[in-house]
């Protein structure tokens, strides 16, 4: 063969080499591309001039439902619903004049824009996965659904923006990204607020927009509470320890609402929606509290009043999320949560009737809704940073500090003791937690809050440092073995009943509630306990809560009335049950090394004494009460 033919062979070679190459890289191309593009070609569709049913073939022009590779254009004069099934689409653009209500999700993949009304109804969501948003025209979004814009996007505003809610919903705008606007353009968030007929209580609130001026909100919604000048709406004051009240005058020289922190609320009648005009807080918050009463005099406070800055939800605990409010502020230094009384570290959200909720690690997955204000209680006496961040806000959520999910049920339980008399209803939470010890859980276990007289509560298990507790863990492989005390303060002559108001216990863990006074025990699983107190209930000593797998009977009453504890800011040891003794009790307390260190004698006159420990050394000790048949041993430490 002549040197042309070799020639011929080497450049076909060459050629079926190059498509090859070519074939391969084609391939490697497809196989990356989503399988919902493949052997999809972007096209620009429009409506047709009639609008109609996002999902109708008659709403566009070409007769083809936008899939997700689509780029949409709803035009001037044409109403398109997303109605009797979910829309997807590459992009959307509503032009001026056009109009785009969602009654069910409606997903868009990549940058968009409104200049006509873009309305998300009852029912609906639209969910912008990717790509920055301009907004020329109206956005409302109604109660209890949400407008959802891709991490680290752009919303820019040059037209309005409104976010409804009511009492049992809210609205939600969720952008963890950049907020822009053009002109003087402002985002309105009508936040459902309470009414002071509402059994006279306020709502605790904060602005879910930022750049809200104070006289202007005053201004705009004529149903604030209002009585000689001074509005419904004012901060807690911590140095005092006192809530206030606003006029006029002392809103225009506050200026702005102050994003993430809270005030107290309340409209005339009961209830109705109050407008916050302002922008979009996009990015973190930090709010300065402060522990005025380090030294637990009662003139000051630890507590502060702080609030979900965001017109989303956020994640509350490490249920909801794991960027929650709890974890970002639980950073163990002593300078956010009050860690020299750790058991306030928990989140109290105010419930409208005067009481107040601990949440915390232990509680199910809790969302906070936009605005919603809560009590935090701070352990530095200067200034600490409480912490908002953009990634905690969610989608999640439909009321104010509404409970979502359990956690794991394969290692968790829950077990709530209610109390009900004259016509008031409360509970005490138990968990049992993998987790967990039976003394004392920073984030796990919560106090009662402070400045709230509560009916029922319980005190841990081990080293009881005096704190009633609104919630308490326990390890959950000891919850067929359990005694909890359970401190009731009631009034004599009136019928009081305790019940079991929620459970996801195991079915066959028995619950007895013991009253060792009059020893019995009587097993709440299905039957309530009810007494009529022949004089008042005060604190502990008295009931118990047992969870175990055998049958108990009356003959088994062996748990002593009296208590004791030691308290983190005392220098005295605190004796409870005294009154329930025939006879005086003999306090003895005994060193590590055995040596008797204090042996006296109290009267049962008053049901609550103390002892003073000043000049006992730091250490271990044991303390010994004895009252006739009565005895009581624990273990206390003295710092």
Do not use: C
Not at 553 to 579: F, P, Q, R, W
């Amino acid at each position: 063969m002549g040197s042309s033919g070799q020639l011929n062979i080497t450049n076909m070679r060459k050629i079926l080499l190059l498509i090859a190459v070519m074939l391969f890289i084609t391939s490697s191309v497809i196989a990356q591309k989503p399988s919902s593009e493949i052997n999809q070609t972007r096209a620009a569709i429009s409506s047709t001039g009639t609008g109609g049913s996002w999902n109708t073939t008659s709403t566009w022009a070409g007769g083809v439902v936008p899939t997700n590779a689509d780029d949409v254009t709803i035009l001037d004069g044409d109403t398109v619903n997303v109605i009797n099934g979910t829309g997807v689409a590459e992009s959307i653009t509503v032009a001026s004049g056009g109009t785009l209500r969602i009654y069910q999700t409606l997903t868009v993949d990549a940058a968009s824009s409104n200049a006509g009304d873009l309305k998300v109804q009852v029912g609906g969501t639209l969910v912008l996965s990717a790509g920055n948003f301009t907004n020329s025209g109206a956005i409302t979004i109604a109660k209890g659904v949400y407008m959802s814009m891709a991490d680290a996007t752009t919303l820019t505003n040059s037209g309005t923006i409104n976010i409804t809610s009511d009492s049992n919903q809210f609205g939600a705008l969720k952008l963890n990204g950049t907020y822009t606007k053009s002109g003087s353009v402002s985002v309105t968030y009508g936040r459902y607020v309470i009414g002071v007929s509402f059994g006279d209580y306020w709502d605790l609130i904060g602005a879910p927009t930022s750049g809200t001026d104070a006289a202007d909100f005053i201004g705009a919604n004529g149903d604030l509470a209002e009585n000689s000048g001074d509005y419904g709406i004012g901060p807690y004051n911590n140095d005092l320890h006192t809530w206030t009240t606003w006029s006029n005058a002392n809103a225009i020289s506050n200026g702005d609402l102050t994003s993430g922190k809270g005030y107290q609320m309340a409209t005339t009648g009961a209830g109705g929606v109050m407008e916050f005009t302002g922008d979009i807080k996009a990015g973190s918050v930090n709010i300065a509290i402060i522990n005025n009463d380090a030294a637990n005099s009662g003139a000051g406070s630890r507590w502060n009043l702080v609030a979900n800055p965001y017109p989303s939800y956020i994640n509350a605990n490490s249920g909801a999320g794991t960027n929650n409010v709890m974890d970002a502020n639980d950073d163990g230094g002593g300078n956010v949560f009050d860690t020299s009384h750790a058991a306030y570290t928990a989140l109290y959200a105010h419930d409208g009737d005067g009481t107040y909720t601990a949440i915390n690690n232990s509680t199910a997955a809790t969302y906070i809704s936009p605005g919603q204000g809560f009590m935090v209680a701070a352990e530095s006496t200067s200034n600490a940073n409480f912490s908002f961040t953009a990634n905690m806000q969610t989608t999640s959520g439909t009321d104010d500090f509404i409970s979502g999910d359990a956690m794991d049920p394969d290692d968790r339980a829950e077990l709530f003791i209610g109390l009900s008399q004259n016509n008031i209803d409360r509970h005490t939470e138990i968990y049992f937690l993998d987790q967990v010890t039976n003394g004392l859980d920073p984030s796990y276990d919560a106090g009662t809050f402070e400045f709230e007289n509560n009916t029922i509560f319980s005190r841990l298990v081990s080293d009881d440092l005096g704190y009633d507790m609104a919630i308490q863990a326990l390890p959950y492989s000891e919850m067929w073995d359990k005694v909890i005390p359970i401190g009731i303060n009631a009034m004599a002559g009136e019928e009081m009943t305790v019940s079991v108001t929620h459970k996801t216990t195991p079915a066959d863990l028995k619950i007895y509630l013991e009253d060792a006074q009059e020893g019995t025990f009587t097993l709440i699983n299905n039957e309530d306990f009810v007494l009529t107190p022949t004089s008042d209930l005060s604190g502990v000593g008295r009931f118990f809560i047992h969870t175990t797998e055998n049958a108990l009977s009356n003959e088994e009453v062996n748990t002593s009335l009296l208590n004791a504890y030691k308290g983190v800011d005392n220098n005295y040891i605190t004796i409870e049950g005294l009154a329930t003794q025939a006879t005086s009790t003999e306090v003895s307390l005994f060193n590590i090394l055995g040596t008797r260190v204090m042996d006296i004698s109290l009267d049962n006159t008053t049901n609550t004494q103390t002892v003073s420990t000043n000049g006992l050394s730091t250490g271990i000790y044991v303390l010994k009460l004895v009252s006739g048949q009565d005895q009581l041993t624990k273990k206390l430490i003295i710092k």
